[in-house]
């Protein structure tokens, strides 16, 4: 029975590192990513007892901030995979984050989670943004920890920490989320706010003599602090048992010393938007 277990957690972390090193490889060359919280939510049906599991794929497009802050958008490819076992085990990589919860028939959701930010580099729309300092890409390691209040409701909340010398920093993202199902349709609604430590503030809200390059910006030293709020909405339909459909819409507003960055006051925009829509397939 323990190797079982084991041998079932030890495919999942492969597999999580497997889909890190896809995750890693394309978001380090697109640049805009899709990196909102509850986008993992487009499974109508996350398992069976008759099927033992279920996978879903599903590929479409999303238009996302050109960086964050930024008043400008850039198309982005919306990517998601989903191994769900009826025991309530699952690998989920949706946008930039992958997650495996080895948890067994609980309502507790626990697990490693990575995710990947792409650089912050000469390439962004915002000519005073794009002289800065890059900032490289990052791949923050860490967890996550859900929890199923029972109708439909959760709450969560995950940490993870830089191990790639971008931002350096650390994140904690604290969500509400509620689920609504009707026949072969399904309704996803999750708030969200993010916490983040100076290090990531200073890498990519402040503005100083070490990161200013040639841009002509006010500087200014953004302090560890709440980052943002936020919502994000799901749709997600199944026309047949194999073919379905997923709509993605976000809302975030950076807040605090993030909002009030020259980078994103002056340059940019505190309201971020995220739309996408992607096709799926079960297997």
């Known amino acids: 029975m323990k190797k079982a277990v084991f041998g079932k957690i ?117 000519i005073q943004v794009s002289r800065m300092e890059k900032v490289d890409t990052s791949v923050e390691l860490g967890g996550f920890i859900a929890y199923d209040l029972g109708a439909n409701f959760e709450i969560g909340a995950n940490l993870v920490q830089d191990v790639a010398d971008g931002h350096d920093g650390y994140l904690i993202g604290l969500h509400v989320g509620y689920k609504i199902f009707r026949e072969n349709m399904m309704i996803g609604l999750k708030a969200f706010t993010t916490y983040v430590n100076n290090d990531y503030m200073e890498a990519y809200f402040s503005v100083s003599p070490w990161n200013i390059g040639n841009a002509q910006l006010r500087f200014y030293d953004a302090d560890e602090d709440f980052k943002d709020v936020g919502v994000t909405c799901v749709l997600s339909y199944q026309f047949t048992d194999k073919w379905g459909a997923t709509g993605v819409l976000g809302y975030t507003r950076l807040i605090g010393d993030a909002g009030d960055s020259p980078v994103v006051e002056d340059r940019g925009d505190e309201n971020q938007l995220l739309g996408g829509i992607m096709g799926t397939y079960r297997f």
Request: charged content about 25%.
């Open 10 to 126: 030890g495919f999942g972390v492969a597999a999580t590192l497997a889909l890190v090193l896809f995750c890693f490889t394309g978001v380090s060359q697109a640049g805009a990513i899709v990196d909102y919280e509850g986008i993992e939510s487009v499974h109508v049906e996350s398992g069976s007892p008759e099927s033992g599991k279920k996978i879903t794929v599903g590929a479409g497009i999303a238009i996302v901030p050109d960086y964050e802050g930024s008043d400008y958008y850039d198309a982005a490819p919306l990517l998601h995979f989903r191994m769900a076992w009826a025991n309530g085990r699952y690998l989920d990589f949706s946008g930039n984050r992958v997650k495996y919860n080895f948890m067994k028939d609980s309502k507790l959701s626990l697990g490693p989670m990575v995710r990947v930010r792409p650089e912050r580099d000469d390439d962004v729309e915002d």
